[in-house]
């Protein structure tokens, strides 16, 4: 039995030095497959922050240089939202968006009446085609037919993942060669050159080893895997792994905190419901220190939100009156109120991943040992959320408020980013601010590994935009 | 591989997500795709038996015609924590003389109204002594209604699955709804 879409942490091991879920997904297309979908751009409140607050480096680069790459990622992924003119969460190349309900309205009406236009509740922009129809039948793929049933693989393309969307067009050229199976050991580095000149594979099955050479590398193995690859990139000039001339590869690894959530009832608009499916929901983009510092925690959180309705049956009894029931359902409680943050955590040097000195997989490749966890600031901004959005609640008019904090390990969020972080100087960061490393310029990366900082949006669209700034630079360049 | 273990497997495989199909265990006491509960059987038909009394046959099949023991044994298996499937399984092997106690008769003996009254006694109890066997039959339940929902059959003939659900719409009035009853 081949494993299907999660790899299994027995057979591929690594080493939590405190607690560490890390999801990946080895199969064609990767977490690409699997992804929220959700796709909100930065803006300069995000790559002004660490600069501004004190905390890694500066970004080597600001919203206007990125802003072109992700109009040409969201046209070519198709992605769905309203133009909602907010400055912290810039608008984009939008097909039309998907509609809220009528309570997601009445809430929205309700935080313009309590905040002003301090506090905005939006429609999540989401990678779902849902216009512009002409343009992505030519790359195979169709409207969302809006089924929710995404995380087994749309066999309409309705969504972007690399399977709909890249792989394809890249099909296309006539020069893709598609190798699953291939696990990357390491690039190759020729000193006499001073270059990167290819990269070692071990065939999956036959665990052989094959070498690949090339002008131009990209590492995107997604951020941890991009830090291992790297760190045991191993030569006499970067004994400590490919461009690691600092000693700060593998560190500074961060992620995104989704531990605490609100939820609560609604008693009002009773007399409606939902039909259909969505592919989406509500977006709070973050409120807190966005113009300007005003809390005891720096940065922020954004948080999802929706209003869900539907009837259910009275499950009481046994026998013939339990089995009617249950087939005609006919009772509706309240309106079903949710919400779950999405904070910003501060990278750190303590932060890191490094490889286990014995340790290794069954592929002869060093295990990860992880070293990542929650802070004051984060538990800081926890306390926030759930005050704030239970205010907020209280304020829109609703009951039965809850609120949560599950602990989870970091990790859950699929968001951990950092390790091979842009800056302007080589001594205090891996890239420069065309994603290549400083000390080996011929080696991008792109993925969540390059990341200086994490603000609160979902990353891949980001991620995205680096990758194809990056390419138009490889291509020009070199 | 023989039979037996491709059923076994596929139950283990699916995790509970799809029915095992009928099969005949009756070689063997001990079920082997049950292992963790130690099922014999016997066991198994009088599962069905309570899950039969849960959801009964009528105009549309009930949970014995669908084989939702299996569902309810592949759940309870793979996905209930050990301390719930030791508590399921004591509640279970507890229930044939509870039944007795009740009514002087084994389950299998009683009329359906009696049946119905064993059942729902069980789900009632609060007594600490009962715990298990309460918690047996409330968990029976509800994975009775979730196979019998969910079941193929239900899914295509009673009340398919619609495919691609339609658009969403965020403001449809309830009384607007058109819905047919469907009788049990």
Not at chain 1, 226 to 244: A, K
Not at chain 2, 29 to 49: C, P, R
Not at chain 2, 131 to 153: A, M, N, P, V
Request: glycine fraction near 8%; charge should be negative.
């Amino acid at each position: 039995m081949p494993n299907i879409f999660f790899v299994k942490d027995q057979e591929h091991p690594y080493v939590q030095e405190k607690p560490f879920d890390w999801i990946r997904g080895y199969q064609v297309g990767g977490k690409s497959l699997l992804w929220a979908r959700q796709v909100q751009r930065w803006s300069d409140f995000d790559f002004e922050g660490p600069a501004r607050d004190g905390f890694a480096v500066d970004w080597p680069i600001r919203y206007k240089e990125l802003a072109p790459w992700y109009s040409h990622v969201e046209k070519f992924a198709g992605v769905s939202g309203n133009m909602d003119g907010l400055p912290h969460l810039p608008d984009g190349e939008f097909l039309p968006g998907y509609p809220l309900n009528v309570v997601e309205k009445h809430f929205q009406a309700q935080m313009k009446k309590h905040y002003g236009d301090s506090r905005h509740m939006i429609l999540a922009r989401c990678a779902h085609i849902n216009g512009n129809f002409d343009y992505y039948a030519q790359q195979g793929r169709a409207k969302c037919q809006s089924r929710n049933l995404c995380q087994r693989g749309c066999p309409f393309g309705g969504y972007f993942s690399a399977n709909s969307s890249t792989l394809p067009w890249a099909e296309k050229t006539g020069n893709m060669t598609l190798r699953p199976d291939s696990v990357v050991h390491s690039i190759i580095y020729d000193e006499e050159k001073g270059k990167a000149t290819g990269v070692r594979v071990i065939d999956r099955l036959s665990k052989e080893m094959e070498e690949f050479y090339a002008d131009v590398i990209f590492v995107n193995a997604a951020a941890l895997n991009t830090n291992l690859v790297l760190l045991n990139s191993t030569s006499n000039r970067f004994p400590n792994g490919l461009g690691n001339d600092n000693g700060l590869l593998g560190k500074y690894v961060a992620f995104h905190n989704y531990r605490a959530g609100v939820s609560a009832d609604y008693e009002g608009h009773l007399e409606y419901t939902t039909q259909g499916g969505r592919p989406t929901s509500g977006y709070f983009p973050r409120f807190r220190n966005v113009f300007k510092q005003e809390t005891d925690f720096l940065r922020g959180y954004a948080a999802g939100f929706s209003a869900n309705r539907g009837p259910y049956a009275d499950q009481s009894g046994i026998g013939m009156e339990l089995k009617e029931n249950i087939l005609n359902p006919d009772k509706w409680g309240p309106w079903r109120i949710g919400s779950h943050m999405m904070g910003e955590t501060i990278p750190k040097e303590s932060g890191y991943v490094a490889l286990d000195p014995n340790l290794k997989d069954e592929w002869g490749i060093p295990q990860l040992r992880v070293n990542v966890d929650y802070d004051d600031n984060d538990e800081k901004m926890i306390k926030d959320y759930l005050e704030q959005m239970t205010e907020m609640f209280d304020k829109a008019g609703f009951t039965n408020i809850r609120t949560r904090d599950d602990h989870r390990a970091p990790g859950l969020d699929i968001h951990e980013m950092g390790g091979v972080r842009m800056g302007k100087d080589p001594n205090t960061s891996l890239l420069n601010a065309n994603n290549q490393l400083h000390a080996v310029p011929n080696v991008y990366v792109t993925d969540g590994a390059s990341m200086t900082s994490t603000a609160t949006q979902n990353p891949s669209l980001t991620y995205m935009a680096f990758a194809a700034r990056a390419a138009h630079h490889a291509m020009k360049n070199i | 591989m023989n039979r037996r273990d491709v059923l076994r497997n596929l139950a283990l495989i699916t995790g509970g997500l799809v029915m095992v199909p009928s099969c005949d265990f009756s070689q063997e006491d001990i079920l082997s795709a049950y292992d963790k509960l130690k099922v014999s059987t016997d066991m198994k038909q009088l599962l069905g038996k309570i899950a039969d009394t849960i959801i009964p046959p009528g105009k549309i099949k009930g949970a014995l015609d669908l084989e939702i023991q299996d569902f309810i044994l592949v759940m309870v298996n793979d996905c209930l924590d050990e301390d719930a499937q030791q508590s399921f399984t004591k509640g279970f092997k507890s229930f044939e003389n509870y039944t007795i106690n009740k009514t002087g008769n084994k389950f299998g003996q009683l009329e359906t109204s009696q049946k119905e009254e064993v059942v729902l006694a069980g789900l009632q109890e609060e007594d600490e002594d009962y715990k298990d066997l309460q918690g047996f039959l409330g968990t029976t339940k509800r994975f009775t209604i979730q196979g019998f929902l969910l079941s193929e059959y239900m899914q295509t003939e009673v009340k398919p699955y619609s495919l691609i659900p339609g658009d969403y719409q965020g403001e449809v009035l309830i009384s607007s709804l058109k819905s047919e009853k469907i009788n049990g």
